[in-house]
């Protein structure tokens, strides 16, 4: 077991608290792309939805090859999202920050002793 002082204690939970606080889930600078595109996508799904449904008797046809390809690129989304943000990064680093919060619970004895 390391001995720390305080003021090292401090500044690796600083650093720490750091590093969760910057994850790159939680920076808008990596998410806004994927952000901006996922919300024009749905902008677009629902503006031709609801054009099909203006045009209730007429033909749709015209609009079936749009709705398709809107339908592809979300597919594509979610599956990075997925594969990519979810089950790469934040998964493993989840599992990590979970294993450490359990061994926080030590941590009762020392402030308990301070």
């Known amino acids: 077991m390391n ?4 003021d090292e204690l401090i500044s690796i939970h600083q650093k720490y608290i750091h590093l969760i ?3 790159k889930l939680f920076s808008e600078d990596q998410i806004g792309k994927a952000s901006e595109e996922f919300g024009m996508l749905i902008r677009n799904y629902i503006a031709i939805t609801n054009i099909e449904k203006g045009l209730q008797g007429g033909s749709n046809e015209e609009y ?3 709705l398709e390809i809107i339908d592809d690129k979300l597919k594509l989304m979610f599956n990075q999202i997925y594969n990519q943000t979810y089950l790469q990064d934040f998964k493993s680093t989840k599992e990590l920050f979970v294993k450490d919060l359990k061994s926080d619970l030590d941590l ?3 402030s308990r002793s301070l």
């Not at 001995?3 to 305080?6: D, G, M, Q, S």
């Open 3 to 6: 001995e720390y002082t305080i």
């Open 21 to 23: 606080t910057n994850y």
């Open 64 to 66: 079936d090859d749009d």
């Open 108 to 110: 009762k004895d020392l």
